[in-house]
């Protein structure tokens, strides 16, 4: 299991929530896609992605201003250990849910992190 970490958002939050994905050693990748699964309106209206080879020096890597149920982030290659995405809309209304955040290294998938009790893919 990869170790995710994130913020604990109160009811009324807005912005500036994270997660944040340690992979366990460093990883070369060039897309993230974050899904909401079932959670159909809880999805990010904006984000920034970073990465970091320590987990307390990051580098904004792309921003995300378009948000979607299915977010797909592409970027220049990148080898890091850590992934942070932070929220930068305000989602007083809903929650912000990632049921599913897989990270890829062009052009087939290296690695899928799971957030713990979300539902899994089948088949």
């Not at 909401?36 to 970073?50: E, H, K, L, N, T």
């Not at 850590?82 to 209304?93: C, F, Y």
């Amino acid at each position: 299991m990869i170790p995710v970490t994130a913020t604990a958002p109160e009811p009324g939050s807005t912005t500036a929530l994270w997660i944040h994905v340690d992979m366990g050693q460093a990883q070369t990748f060039s897309k993230v896609v974050l899904d909401v699964g079932g959670s159909i309106d809880d999805y990010a209206r904006s984000a920034d992605v970073y990465v970091s080879e320590d987990g307390t020096g990051w580098s904004k890597v792309s921003s995300v201003t378009d948000g979607q149920r299915v977010q797909v982030v592409s970027f220049p290659t990148r080898t890091a250990r850590h992934i942070k995405v932070v929220n930068t809309a305000d989602v007083a209304s809903n929650w912000w849910s990632i049921a599913e955040f897989n990270v890829y290294n062009r052009p087939s998938p290296r690695l899928t992190a799971s957030t713990p009790g979300a539902p899994r893919p089948c088949c």
